[in-house]
C-alpha cells in the first residue's frame, strides 16, 4: 500500500482570517485520523501553494496524494486550473499518483448539513 497523505484545498483570499474555518477542518481530520497525513493548501492568495505542499510531502516519501477540493462545487477552478496544476505535478513526478476529490460542498452529508444549519437559524 503507498504511503498516502491528504491535501485539503481551499482557494484562498487576501484576509487571512478567512482561512480559519479550514484551519479548523484540518485540524479536526488530524485529531480523528492521527495516524495520517493532512495537509491545508491554496490555491491563491495564500500559502502554502499546491505544488509546495506537495512537494513537501514527495520530499517526506509519500507515494499516493489525495487533494480533496474544499469547494462548494465544481467551478472553473475545478473544471480547468485544478487539473492542469496537477497535470503538472504528474509529469514533473510520474512516479506519485495523484488524485482528485470531488468538492466537499458536492458530498450528501455536506449538503445535509448545510441544510440542517439553514432550518436551525430559522427554526430558533
Same mark, same amino acid.
Given at each position: &500500500?503507498?504511503?498516502?497523505?491528504?491535501? $485539503? @484545498? !481551499?482557494?484562498?483570499?487576501?484576509?487571512?482570517?478567512?482561512?480559519?474555518?479550514?484551519? +479548523?477542518?484540518?485540524?479536526?481530520?488530524? =485529531?480523528?485520523?492521527?495516524? +495520517?497525513?493532512? =495537509?491545508? %493548501? @491554496? $490555491?491563491?492568495?495564500?500559502?502554502?501553494?499546491?505544488? *509546495?505542499?506537495?512537494? /513537501?510531502?514527495?520530499?517526506?516519501? @509519500?507515494? +499516493?496524494? #489525495? #487533494?480533496?477540493? &474544499?469547494?462548494?462545487?465544481?467551478?472553473?477552478?475545478?473544471?480547468?486550473?485544478?487539473?492542469?496544476? /496537477?497535470?503538472? /505535478?504528474?509529469?514533473?513526478?510520474?512516479?506519485?499518483? @495523484?488524485?482528485?476529490?470531488?468538492?466537499?460542498?458536492?458530498?450528501?452529508? #455536506?449538503?445535509? !448539513? &448545510? %441544510? +440542517?444549519? !439553514?432550518? %436551525? $437559524?430559522? *427554526?430558533?
Amino acid at each position: &500500500m503507498p504511503k498516502t497523505a491528504l491535501i $485539503l @484545498f !481551499a482557494h484562498g483570499a487576501r484576509d487571512p482570517d478567512w482561512a480559519e474555518p479550514m484551519r +479548523r477542518v484540518c485540524a479536526f481530520v488530524r =485529531e480523528q485520523a492521527p495516524d +495520517r497525513r493532512v =495537509e491545508l %493548501a @491554496f $490555491l491563491e492568495f495564500m500559502t502554502p501553494e499546491l505544488r *509546495e505542499c506537495a512537494e /513537501l510531502l514527495l520530499g517526506e516519501g @509519500f507515494e +499516493r496524494i #489525495v #487533494v480533496l477540493p &474544499m469547494f462548494i462545487a465544481r467551478g472553473g477552478h475545478l473544471k480547468r486550473d485544478v487539473p492542469l496544476l /496537477l497535470d503538472e /505535478l504528474r509529469r514533473c513526478h510520474p512516479q506519485v499518483q @495523484f488524485e482528485l476529490g470531488a468538492a466537499v460542498g458536492e458530498a450528501d452529508s #455536506v449538503v445535509q !448539513a &448545510m %441544510a +440542517r444549519h !439553514a432550518l %436551525a $437559524l430559522v *427554526e430558533g
